[in-house]
Nanobody, 128 residues
Framework: HVQLVESGGGSVQTGGSLRLSCSAS????????MGWFRQAPGKEREGVVT???????TYADSVKGRFTISQGKAENMLYLQMNSLKLEDTATYYC???????????????????????WGQGTQVTVS
């Protein structure tokens, strides 16, 4: 059973940085797509970035060049480095995972939150 726990959210001024962490358990890295989604009040959940089991990353246009996804030396850790934060980045950020079969960049799942089965509880990011 996959469990995901996010941490690292908080309040930051525009232009600032935050690093989110996701601790994952109960999964094998090579068999899952991983990603970060976010949801602002009154808005639908949207994809921020996905990472495939082939190491490919796919970013939403709104965060390209500012956000970076990475995995820790221990494969059960996933990070999201967020720089140059904007007001519109304010949202609850979720770590997510989806089981896949074979090599997969997971790019096509960026805009498909319903495709992901496993979700963390979310961590709030507020930019002011």
């Amino acid at each position: 059973h996959v469990q995901l726990v996010e941490s690292g959210g908080g309040s930051v001024q525009t232009g600032g940085s935050l690093r989110l962490s996701c601790s994952a358990s109960g999964y094998t890295y090579s068999r899952y797509c991983m990603g970060w989604f976010r949801q602002a009040p009154g808005k639908e959940r949207e994809g921020v970035v996905t990472i495939g089991n082939d190491g490919s990353t796919t970013y939403a246009d709104s965060v390209k060049g500012r956000f970076t996804i990475s995995q820790g030396k221990a494969e059960n850790m996933l990070y999201l480095q967020m720089n140059s934060l904007k007001l519109e980045d304010t949202a609850t950020y979720y770590c997510t995972a989806k089981k896949i079969y074979g090599p997969n960049s997971c790019a096509r799942f960026l805009n498909m939150p319903s495709a992901f089965v496993y979700w963390g509880q979310g961590t709030q990011v507020t930019v002011s």
